[in-house]
């Protein structure tokens, strides 16, 4: 990760939604972006420019535009259409984010349309968080990264957000994933939690 | 064989599929792969047929594809005939916000500008208020009296609009509900497609959020209405039967708004019932 003092930046072209710019760089605010929020409090998964990336819940492509500036190519998931239109916005100006407009949660409808992937990054407001990253872990390669941002409130607003979270965990495990790193995103999101795991190299791993 | 987006390939055979973007769009927005036995889309597959040239160039076609299958599904969804009225309803009920708050805010300032005035007492509406501020004071609180009037005549104009419009798009919840408050209900469901879709004691709630998740989380008692509390029989009905009556009015606002979803024109064998049933209960007839 590219980092400029304390300020975490990618390269690339700005403008996107007016981000400040630090030394030609863009800065990748951690209280508007989750994922930059875990690059603060934890350590995630190091992007690199042979990545390819399989982003479910891209909205408006503000993260997506970073996330793109450090990878190979972006398939970008999106299901409701106004912020789809923003997505594609981005897409014209970035040739490696492949907009897709579907439901994160049946990848049968899209499946022709994504390789296998390095990196899953999934931040989607529904209840059913981890059977859909479960799910879409089919794209992902032996040895991959899955980055489950979980909005625990969207989980069930009921329940004690640390409880959503074990659930989760656990069902993680249970999927076969191995758990590298889950962390709470405060001060810079509230109840909202990171978890960083990896698909086994080889089975029974 | 496996359908990708380029084609079909699969067990060292390729079959491009041939076609400009808009077939491939198409086609793909079809295509629906059984996940047991799929494996990913593999560029070198399109290499070998032919799709492409390199890396780069697999990309930018892919991207090409994509780009114009998302532009038609966003075409698609806005062409739907609720989803202008659902921006008309949400814009209606902003502006009630904003009057509101101006009206209040402009009496706060007139009040000081008239220490002996008082609404006690005084049965003026507030439409009749915002005019004799709008004569009585000069500078910019006349001004801001005269805005508030020419929003709320738009507002009337645009209440007018959104009433018509839903009796046209949802013609069973409108006759049953009243044009207003149909198209309150579909927004508040987020559309007409989500609305068809809730069961009749989510409708029965629609609107009242707060008291519902209050209820769900320290269990103080159900709500019994949101937004079809607006509906005569409901909130003209005596306490003790008010919760039976949106109950059995619910049920019906389902039934009618999935007709408007599927068919789109009134059934009146549907209402005539509907109707008897709904004035039935708020009669104290029938469970």
Redesign the interface.
């Known amino acids: 990760m590219i980092w400029i003092g304390d300020v975490l930046v990618s390269r690339g072209e700005g403008g996107v939604y007016n981000e400040r710019m630090l030394a030609g760089a863009r800065v990748w605010d951690p209280y508007r972006s989750k994922l930059a929020a875990l690059y603060h409090v934890g350590k995630g998964v190091e992007l690199e420019p042979a990545l390819r990336v399989l982003y479910l819940g891209a909205a408006n492509g503000t993260t997506v535009s970073h996330v793109v500036d450090y990878t190979e190519?972006v398939y970008a998931v999106e299901f409701a259409?106004r912020p789809?239109?923003d997505?594609?916005e981005v897409?014209?100006r970035r040739?490696?984010?492949?907009?897709?407009?579907a439901d994160a949660a049946r990848?049968?409808?899209y499946?022709?349309?994504?390789?296998?992937?390095d990196l899953v990054y999934q931040d989607v407001a529904q209840p059913d968080q981890a059977s859909i990253a479960i799910?879409n872990g089919?794209?992902l390669k032996p040895g991959g990264h899955l980055i489950l941002m979980l909005k625990t409130r969207s989980v069930d607003?009921?329940k004690n957000p640390e409880a959503v979270f074990d659930e989760t965990l656990i069902a993680l495990r249970e999927a076969g994933f191995i758990i590298e790193e889950s962390v709470w995103l405060a001060p810079y999101h509230q109840d909202h939690a990171a978890i960083v795991c990896r698909k086994p190299a080889k089975p029974g791993e | 064989m496996?359908?990708?987006?380029f084609g079909d390939a699969g067990e060292g055979r390729c079959l491009p599929f041939t076609g400009d973007v808009n077939a491939m769009v198409s086609r793909?927005l079809a295509?629906?792969?059984?996940?047991e036995t799929?494996s990913?889309?593999?560029?070198q597959q399109a290499l070998a047929c032919g799709v492409c040239s390199d890396r780069v160039d697999y990309?930018?076609r892919?991207?090409a594809v994509?780009?114009a299958?998302?532009?038609r599904?966003?075409r698609e969804?806005?062409a739907g005939k609720d989803a202008e009225l659902l921006q008309m309803v949400r814009t209606l009920d902003e502006m009630d916000m904003v009057i509101n708050l101006l009206s209040e805010r402009a009496a706060d300032w007139y009040l000081v500008r008239h220490p002996a005035f008082s609404r006690k007492y005084r049965r003026t509406p507030a439409h009749i208020l915002v005019k004799t501020m709008r004569e009585k004071s000069r500078g910019a609180l006349g001004m801001v009296a005269g805005e508030i009037e020419q929003l709320a005549g738009t507002r009337t104009a645009l209440a007018k609009e959104v009433s018509a419009r839903a009796n046209d798009v949802m013609p069973n919840t409108s006759a049953l509900i009243g044009g207003l408050v149909a198209a309150r209900l579909m927004a508040n469901a987020g559309g007409l497609r989500p609305l068809s879709r809730l069961p009749a004691s989510a409708i029965q709630v629609l609107g009242a959020r707060t008291a519902l998740?209050a209820h769900?989380?320290t269990h103080t008692p159900s709500p019994k209405h949101g937004i079809i509390f607006q509906h005569r029989r409901v909130h003209n009905a005596p306490r003790e039967i008010r919760g039976r009556v949106a109950r059995v009015l619910a049920g019906k606002l389902a039934i009618a708004a999935r007709l408007d979803y599927f068919r789109g024109v009134a059934v009146p064998e549907f209402l005539e019932q509907a109707q008897d049933r709904i004035d039935a209960a708020g009669e104290g007839e029938g469970a």
Request: charge should be positive; charged fraction near 15%.
């Open positions: 190519v259409p789809m239109q997505l594609i897409a014209r040739r490696n984010v492949i907009p897709i407009m990848p049968e409808m499946a022709p349309l994504v390789e296998a992937v799910r089919v794209f607003v009921r | 496996q359908s990708y987006w793909i295509l629906s792969t059984r996940m799929f990913p889309v593999d560029w990309l930018s892919l991207q994509c780009i299958a998302a532009e599904l966003v969804h806005y998740f769900l989380k």
